[in-house]
């Protein structure tokens, strides 16, 4: 059989049975066969007319063939062998390992505040009568700031400046915030964005606050080295006001090539008389004033503010989760808007340069108590579903839950939450689609917990898909992911180089989780990277769908889209699992935002990373 596959089974076996760290100079990163660009090769896959334009290929810990370093004791035994003399395919069960201490991510999010010393109000500026604001925070993102070829991470905390950890290549982190040029604060952070603000291909990193009156722009240098110019560029959203910043999202709306910004801000208006929230769209002014914005909330017809259903007497805006992703699949991203107390919306992008409010004709908005938010074809019909998370409880007479909106196509959702059985789920925050035992199937994840009796011990919750169209059953227990936390932010992302995704979760007020995936290298992946020329640099709003074999179903996956939306962001790749088998996968389709160009790659090979420039038009 194919020497690869039995080292990664032999690794996979020798895993399990030294736990998830060995101590010592012999520790390793359970099922990593080589961690980092350093061991990487690259080649081109051919094109739809047989040229290799356009892309190249990368693939971690492999020698140049393609393959891991062959044992020289022979293969092992990987039981039962099928009629033609190969093993049988291993079935692959999602496990993880909590390692987060062992990675270097010991730091506590922060401290409980009580009256008179919350860091803002719920009712009102300067009372300091009710904390609960900062209580729904804790948030992570992913990417590489220092251009080393390592995800790194940032998380915000409830006091001083967010913590830049750097990938060390190894499975390990080290903080860098202070020597980055992430200066000290006396306020809380609260979500974190990373974008290239100015096509310059680096990553840039965007701070919203909770107690300040502004917001914080870092703008990378190239080296990894950081200088805060939020005021200058136009992106502060400084007021007089003190600020309850949620999550901020990334995406270029009006296809322009240059990335634009919402911002969200959970609060009531109690106080603040008509002076507009921070809920905003700053557009970036691209080539004339590059990484510069301007705010165009209203022009584009997408306030927020005072827009309850009903649910609460509480006129404000509750926006935790802000996204742009292509929900009707015409090319140009939506905006929407998770919130709470029944304020979710949906806004139609018109193309040019303007959105409409569809929520109520598109069937979504009937979450009462919308937190986190992401989207993902979990049913393989070629659009993007929208999953919502909740509070599982009764309000007012009115059952809450989750939503999980199914995309039936023409700007409409039917929602089947409860059927599908993914309704409870406890006081929901930060969710994902992602395909952890990488069978080429989305799987679904969300976290939970808040500091109500009912809701003290809760745990994250994973639905497997069994890849006919619908998720179940709940497994996070069984897959070692069940500790009772208060887990806010949730993000996935390849943390130790070996083809599988991670889980990071961001726990209010106590040290982060991080969950090593154990056994998805087993099965194979495909990461594809979008570099933008005509489209913005990072490739938000690329479309990317595989298929494994000719005429096989597909997977699609939107960069910035089909991502995890509470506080955070993952990494801005496209990661596909591709099950198990030894044909190169039959085809790779990229379709470019802003210049409509399509690239198709045929006979691409297994457990790479497909690096994709755009082509110039």
């Not at 401290?111 to 925070?137: K, N, S, V, Y």
């Not at 948030?139 to 915000?156: E, K, M, R, W």
Request: hydrophobic share 35%; proline share 6%; glycine share 16%.
């Amino acid at each position: 059989m194919d020497g690869d596959r039995g080292l990664r089974w032999a690794l996979w076996l020798l895993s399990a049975s030294l736990g998830p760290w060995a101590c010592g100079d012999d520790a390793i990163s359970p099922g990593a066969e080589g961690l980092g660009p350093g061991g990487s090769t690259t080649s081109t896959p051919s094109g739809s007319d047989g040229t290799t334009t356009g892309a190249d290929t990368a693939e971690p810990g492999r020698d140049p063939t393609g393959h891991a370093d062959e044992s020289t004791t022979g293969e092992p035994d990987l039981g039962p062998e099928s009629t033609t003399g190969e093993p049988e395919p291993p079935v692959v069960e999602p496990s993880f390992a909590e390692v987060a201490v062992q990675a270097g991510l010991d730091h506590i999010h922060g401290e409980w505040h009580t009256a008179p010393d919350c860091l803002i109000d719920q009712i009102g500026p300067g009372q300091g009568g009710f904390c609960l604001p900062e209580r729904m925070t804790a948030g992570a993102a992913a990417a590489d700031y220092d251009g080393d070829g390592f995800v790194d991470l940032v998380t915000t905390r409830t006091h001083g400046r967010p913590l830049l950890y750097r990938n060390a290549g190894d499975g390990t982190f080290t903080e860098e915030g202070l020597a980055a040029g992430l200066g000290e604060y006396g306020w809380g952070t609260a979500g974190a964005t990373w974008f290239d603000i100015d096509n310059d291909g680096d990553q840039d990193l965007y701070i919203t606050t909770l107690g300040d009156t502004r917001y914080y722009l870092f703008v990378n240098d190239g080296t990894g080295h950081f200088t805060e110019e939020a005021i200058d560029r136009g992106a502060s959203l400084k007021s007089p006001y003190v600020h309850a910043g949620m999550s901020a999202a990334a995406g270029d709306y009006d296809l322009d090539g240059w990335t634009d910004l919402y911002v969200g801000e959970w609060r009531t208006l109690a106080g603040l008389g008509k002076v507009p929230s921070h809920s905003r769209l700053l557009r970036n002014l691209g080539p004339g004033a590059p990484g510069h914005f301007e705010d165009v909330t209203e022009a584009a017809g997408v306030v927020v503010d005072d827009v309850w259903i009903g649910v609460t007497p509480l006129a404000g805006t509750y926006s935790f989760s802000p996204s742009f992703a292509d929900l009707d699949g015409d090319g140009w991203p939506e905006l929407a808007t998770v919130s709470d107390f029944g304020c979710s919306r949906l806004f139609w992008n018109q193309g040019d340069g303007t959105f409409v409010d569809g929520t109520v004709a598109s069937g979504v908005g009937i979450d009462k108590n919308g937190m986190g938010s992401t989207y993902g074809d979990y049913d393989a019909d070629g659009d993007l579903d929208w999953f919502v998370t909740a509070i599982t409880d009764d309000y007012r007479g009115a059952t809450l839950e989750n939503r999980l909106y199914r995309n039936d196509g023409g700007r409409h959702f039917t929602e089947i939450a409860e059927p599908m059985g993914v309704g409870a789920g406890g006081w929901g925050w930060g969710t994902t689609f992602f395909d952890p035992d990488n069978d080429g199937d989305l799987d679904l994840l969300m976290t939970n917990g808040f500091y109500y009796s009912a809701h003290l011990a809760e745990h994250n919750h994973l639905w497997l898909n069994p890849g006919d169209g619908t998720l179940g059953p709940e497994v996070s227990v069984e897959a070692g992911m069940g500790a009772i936390g208060q887990g806010r932010g949730l993000m996935v992302f390849d943390h130790d180089h070996d083809g599988d995704l991670d889980v990071y979760v961001a726990n209010n007020f106590n040290q982060p989780s991080l969950y090593e995936n154990l056994t998805g290298q087993l099965n194979d992946w495909l990461r594809v990277r979008a570099v933008g020329t005509t489209s913005n640099r990072d490739g938000l709003g690329v479309r990317v769908t595989v298929r494994v074999t000719e005429g096989g179903p597909s997977q699609l996956h939107e960069i910035g889209g089909s991502i995890a939306h509470y506080m955070g962001q993952p990494e801005k790749v496209a990661h596909f699992g591709l099950g198990w088998g030894d044909d190169p996968v039959a085809e790779v389709r990229v379709v470019w935002p802003a210049s409509g160009q399509e690239q198709v790659f045929t006979d691409v090979d297994r457990n790479i990373e497909l690096l994709v420039e755009e082509p110039q038009p």
